[in-house]
């Protein structure tokens, strides 16, 4: 069950990553490890994305971890503006609300200024594009 | 051979005896903590917060004095020591019941394996058996699959006859053929040499152990949070005591696992030369080991294993079965080292590499044939790792009982087993899949009418097979089903709601 809605979940697979997509509010659970291949298949900078993600945590989330059931804590991820995404306290992995994975991705590989930034948030955003509802694209 | 197995069940009596002398003084320390807490608390049984009077202690005690100064002058800390050590000799029995009687099921689905059959993997299905056979064991153990990126494998089983090997994804991933042939000899030989029972009752008490200090050492945060500042009177002997307890609950699963190291060290390297025995290739063996000490993940199998352990007190765990004891690099230059596949080639290799002697009795050297290592045989040219890793995938996606629809977009969607859409959309392509289901069969009326009386009878379905390969489908009910590219039955029941399901294969009207 979706940790943000309590939608159903269901596992997309894409070249041997598996992603947590929740049909209703389409955010996106990344198990440990899974969203730094997603990030090296789009060129990005694995290293980097985990240095980011690696932030040290601002609050106490309400969602729980998928698969620990223990509270996430809410990590801001790059600056100005930074993302707020949610990580497992023991590591299991993070949750995304829809729209955050490209931002993620950009606030982890330079910025939108740079060429990998664009090709890896272009790849990650095809890869997730269709959102029926999805308040960030309208 | 014998003599080596003998002196290691010798070995194992005792450790096992000593680990549970290990789970008794815990328990009796707790439940002379606990008593003694009680006992101060409320005497009489009448809950009063904070106390009326402190009956405890008249003199007070020098700190060596300890645990005994506590006892004598707590009669509730007496009480609660007998009641404490009562109890864990009582849990100490019951494990060993429970080890004896489903020991290796408790583990399995500790570790959240799942049992699989010869058409989910028949790599690793053959493997085992060839293994089998050539240790010569009376017949095939269960054969598990623990979804788990980590290098893994181990073996159970309190009685020969239930053994099972395990081995995690992960493993199945990376290892060739060989390799996996390597690892699953070393888990034969385990079984072989009657270590499978010895490692079952460990790790069962071993996990109770840990599960007691760390149920302690929780309840005591609670509890310290609450009556901090009302120890007023307590006694110095009962905080002694108090300390003692928690110190000998930080230790006791640390000492567990040190006692089952000491002992598991000649277990993995007989295992290694049962493994060469077996195969006749301990180069492969010795890859494979290079490849899961290679491996940077942390130790993930403990973590599989945390619903019987509850924490994780020491990052190793039983991943030490095969990673961290004893030295990994020390059993793959052995292993390289093997004249010919035989027990005294590999005797001859460890004292080459250690210095020391011993490893296999005289007795079984003696008697030990020699046979030639293996050719190797020829690499494929480009080993397709991709192609491995795509069946793993599946074969997990199988035994996780997922519903799975692939999308013309090249993204596979997975419904996991309590999942009750009948339709999804893809986040990619947005093109919306009715989930596979197997359709109601109209049935005509009077046959309807004559079935009528006995309505507990599930309806009878059908379901249209898509194309020759692994196909995923759901019952009228809900339970998710498949058939494999060998299914060539015309029918099927619901394993779940018995209902039949009659299967057209793709293509027929
Ligand atoms: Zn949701
Ligand atoms: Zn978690
Ligand atoms: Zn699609
Ligand atoms: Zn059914």
Known sequence: MCPACGGPLIVVEFEGVEVDHCCACHGLWFDAGELDVLVSLGGGDAERLRAALAATPTER?????????????????????????????????????????????????????????????????????????????? | MWEAIESNRRRSRVLIVLMGVVLVTLGALIGATVGAAVGTATPEHEYTYPPRRAPVPRGVSPPQQGVFAALAADPGARAGAGWGALAAGAVCLLLWGLAVGRGESVLLSAANARRIEKSDAPQLWNVVEEMTIAAGLPRMPAVYIIDDAALNAFAVGYRPERAAVAVTSGLLKRLDRDELQGVVAHEIGHIRNADARFMTLAAVMMGTIALLAELFLRGLRHVGRGRRSSSRGGGQAAAILLLITIVFAILAPLAAQLLYFSCSRRREYLADASAARFTRYPAALASALEKIERQAQPAEMYKALAPLLIVNPLSGGLTGLWSTHPPTRERIRILRSMGDAGFAAYERAYRQTTGRRACIGARTLAAADTAPLREPPPRPVAEDAAQRARQVGELLDRVGNFVVIGCACGVRLKLPPGDRQTQVTCPRCGRTHAVPAAEALAIPAAAAAAVAPRQKAPPPMRYRRRGGGWESFKCGCGNPLQVGPAFSAPALRCSKCGARIEVVPPGAA
């Open chain 1, 61 to 138: 989330s309400g969602r729980r971890c998928l698969r620990c059931g223990r509270r996430l804590q809410t990590v801001a991820v790059g600056d100005a503006p930074s993302v707020q995404v949610e990580r497992c306290r023991v590591g299991h992995g993070f949750w995304l609300d829809a729209g955050e994975l490209d931002r993620v991705a950009l606030a982890a590989t330079g910025g939108a200024g740079t060429p990998e930034g664009r090709a890896v948030a272009a790849f990650l955003a095809e890869l997730f594009r269709y959102r029926v509802g999805d308040s960030t694209k309208g």
